[in-house]
């Protein structure tokens, strides 16, 4: 089904069906740069954080409960890469759906999951550095490997029953070939303050004390260091912690310069989510999943060694 308007043709998502969309037109020109930089960067996405978690699983020495929350937080990413982006960047450049209802609404869920799993384990992220900076004697028995476990499994187990309860029953569209959801008011107040307001509300709070007492813990220990005193163990290890609190920082902020402004934006009721500004702010959400790796590589000299020997593999099979 297509008319001429004007000497263009219009096509449809759907020729044969009556309440199909209407698709976009794109160059060739665009076709082309859009289906290898969408690409690439999903395997670039899913390539880095994979060297996260075969970093943190193989080798032992990783094993702690801070490195299981950024593992926790490298496979959502990985599953950003692997399944979210190609995905969207199909909708993107066709500007339709082709993969029917069951999938968009399983696509949608498991977009919303992994988003709000990373916020969650950026939550988890900012406690566990309060605790280990704020709390540094109280660390070793409130912060556990087990209890960090069984706190990430709980937190990935509550946001896939938010996400499905959200989207399974939350359907709308106008014509035949889009994925769209609209919730409905009270959906949406709580979605504001589950996955907006309470969550950065915590981990900004959290972190301006973090790095108040990090802050403050370094001046002390370079004191001691100009004045030639010796530095005991604790002292070493909490100005470790703090270089380790202000890195991941750095991930939590950037992760929320990202969100923020989205988040504002979906909740504006005159703003389509098919508009430009729209979709690049989705995009640097999705872009920021193959971000933490290379904060990772420039902050941790522990991802660095890790890596080298992941890529010599003659090295990470010897049993040492």
Not at 95 to 107: A, M, N, Q, S
Not at 306 to 316: A, D, F, M, R, T
Request: glycine share 2%; net charge positive.
């Amino acid at each position: 089904m297509a008319y001429k308007t004007e000497d263009h043709e219009t096509q449809y998502c759907f020729p044969a069906i009556n309440s199909s969309c209407i698709k976009t037109k794109r160059s060739s020109h665009e076709y082309n740069i859009m289906y290898v930089f969408f690409p690439l960067l999903s395997v670039w996405t899913v390539f880095l954080n994979l060297l996260v978690i075969i970093s943190i699983s193989h080798f032992k020495k990783l094993h702690t409960p801070t490195n299981m929350l950024i593992l926790s937080l490298a496979v959502a990413d990985l599953l950003v890469g692997f399944i979210v982006m190609p995905l969207e960047a199909i909708r993107l450049i066709e500007t339709c759906w082709y993969f029917g209802d069951t999938i968009c609404k399983l696509f949608s869920s498991i977009t919303g999951l992994l988003l709000s799993t990373s916020l969650s384990n950026l939550v988890l992220i900012a406690v566990d550095r309060y605790v280990a900076v704020c709390h540094p004697l109280l660390y070793p028995q409130k912060i556990t490997m087990i209890r960090t476990i069984i706190i990430i499994c709980v937190s990935w187990f509550c946001s896939s029953a938010y996400n499905i309860s959200m989207f399974i029953s939350q359907r709308k569209y106008t014509c035949y070939g889009e994925c769209t959801f609209m919730v409905n008011f009270i959906w949406k107040i709580i979605d504001v303050f589950l996955s907006f307001l309470f969550p950065c509300t915590v981990i900004i709070t959290l972190y301006l004390r973090i790095f108040y007492v990090a802050h403050h813990q370094v001046k002390v220990i370079n004191s001691l260091m100009r004045s030639g005193k010796h530095l005991t163990e604790g002292s070493v290890r909490r100005k470790s912690e703090s270089k380790a609190a202000l890195t991941l920082g750095i991930i939590v902020m950037v992760y929320l310069f990202c969100w923020i402004p989205l988040f504002s934006l979906s909740l504006t009721p005159t703003t389509s989510m098919n508009s430009i500004i729209a979709y690049f702010m989705l995009w640097m959400l999705y872009i920021n999943s193959g971000l933490n790796p290379l904060i990772y590589a420039i902050f941790y000299p522990w991802f660095r060694t890790s890596v080298k020997h992941i890529l010599n593999l003659s090295k990470i099979f010897k049993p040492a």
